[in-house]
């Protein structure tokens, strides 16, 4: 029965593109005690946790690449979040030429925020799960994003 069990592995694994597809459409939908995502907020967390997970100074350029996002997209959604006080532009403490992106006081509030709506969303989506599994669940995913932490643009299979 092994070409049985294999088609079934297969199966499961190449249903794993759809799920994400269907997380990233769906998860927002959750309501929370907090404030609803509105339609920019998807692109301002994506630009949010790039900054804040960056191992250095961030520009736009550098949030455009980590992003997968046209320079220009990303300089449009830059500029509405400085607009808005969540970001701000800065000299570069490495190279006075370059002008780099950080988050400001309010832009903290924001980004704790979206990971207060994102636990709350994920507390209620797991809520029937045994605890076990929902923090099995939380430990893979985690182990899962560290892993495409390493990845590089070569890394195409």
């Known amino acids: 029965m092994v070409d049985g069990s294999r088609s079934a592995d297969d199966e499961l694994l190449n249903s794993v593109g759809v799920a994400f597809a269907r997380l990233r459409r769906r998860t927002h939908l959750v309501k929370t005690e907090e404030q609803q995502f509105d339609r920019k907020d998807l692109s301002r967390n994506l630009i949010i946790n790039a900054i804040d997970e960056a191992a250095g100074e961030m520009t736009v350029g550098g949030i455009a690449e980590q992003l997968g996002f046209d320079a220009s997209v990303a300089s449009r ?81």
């Open 77 to 157: 959604i830059v500029s509405d979040m400085i607009s808005r006080g969540y970001l701000e532009r800065a000299a570069s403490q490495h190279d006075g030429r370059r002008t780099v992106v950080r988050l400001t006081g309010e832009g903290i509030v924001l980004r704790d925020r979206y990971r207060s709506q994102h636990r709350q969303a994920f507390e209620h989506i797991t809520k029937d799960w045994p605890a076990w599994e929902r923090l099995e669940f939380a430990r893979l995913l985690l182990k899962y994003a560290d892993a495409t932490s390493a990845l590089g643009q070569n890394d195409v299979p």
